[in-house]
């Protein structure tokens, strides 16, 4: 079993920063893949960025170039940094993570907001 624990988050103005992170315990060596969604009231959740064991990330269009996701396997903690935030942003992020076995967990959720 594999529990999320989400940091970060907050209230930005566009333009700024935040950070969000996920620190996992219990039997954390069998996570494969770790990343974010986001939803937004009303809207659909996205998929916003993965990371695999290996270290490749993956992004949704609208966030490249702005978000870096980042992991380590050592401290069982993945992270997502996002940068020149925007109101499109605000949404509440949840951390996911998969075993080998097919399982996904997740994290409580975090929100994000960002002011024009």
């Known amino acids: 079993q594999v529990q999320l624990v989400e940091s970060g988050g907050g209230l930005v103005q566009a333009g700024g920063s935040l950070r969000v992170s996920c620190t996992a315990s219990?039997?954390?060596?069998?996570?494969?893949?770790m990343g974010w969604y986001r939803q937004a009231p009303g809207k659909q959740r996205d998929l916003v960025a993965t990371i695999s064991r290996t270290g490749i990330p993956n992004y949704l269009d609208s966030v490249k170039g702005r978000f870096t996701i980042s992991r380590d396997n050592a401290k069982n903690t993945a992270a997502l940094q996002m940068n020149s935030l925007k109101p499109d942003d605000t949404a509440i992020y949840s951390c996911?993570?998969?075993?080998?076995?097919?399982?996904?967990?997740w994290g409580q959720g975090t929100q994000v907001t960002v002011s024009s």
């Open positions: 219990g039997i954390t060596s069998s996570i494969t893949n």
């Open positions: 996911y993570m998969d075993d080998q076995w097919g399982h996904t967990y």
